[in-house]
Nanobody, 120 residues
């Protein structure tokens, strides 16, 4: 099995910063894409940023403010969030495309989510 555990969420004032972490563990042979998604109340889950190798991709709403990175040795992805706005308030989820040992294809796994609340 594969588990993703997010951490680093919390309450912050507008203009502040938070750093989210997503640690993958279990029977992992390889991880392809790791990404961060968010879901605000009453809204659909949306992509925030993802990373594959050294290639990164960001939602327009977070470009220039958020930075995604990963430590392959630790199977961990990070999301550095700066200049936070109230509209960034959401539950943030981590997703990873993982190939498990003895498997020949990648499967998607999700973390349980971490709450980020930005006060005005």
């Amino acid at each position: 099995q594969v588990q993703l555990v997010e951490s680093g969420g919390g309450l912050v004032q507008a203009g502040g910063s938070l750093r989210l972490s997503c640690a993958a563990s279990g029977s992992i042979f390889s991880i392809n894409v790791m990404g961060w998604y968010r879901q605000a109340p009453g809204k659909q889950r949306e992509l925030v940023a993802d990373i594959s190798g050294s290639t990164t991709n960001y939602a327009d709403s977070v470009k220039g403010r958020f930075t995604i990175s990963r430590d392959n040795a630790k199977n961990t992805a990070y999301l550095q969030m700066n200049s936070l706005k109230p509209e960034d308030t959401a539950v943030y989820f981590c997703k990873a495309e993982v190939m498990r040992y003895y498997y020949s294809s990648y499967s998607q796994y999700w973390g349980q989510g971490t709450q980020v609340t930005v006060s005005s």
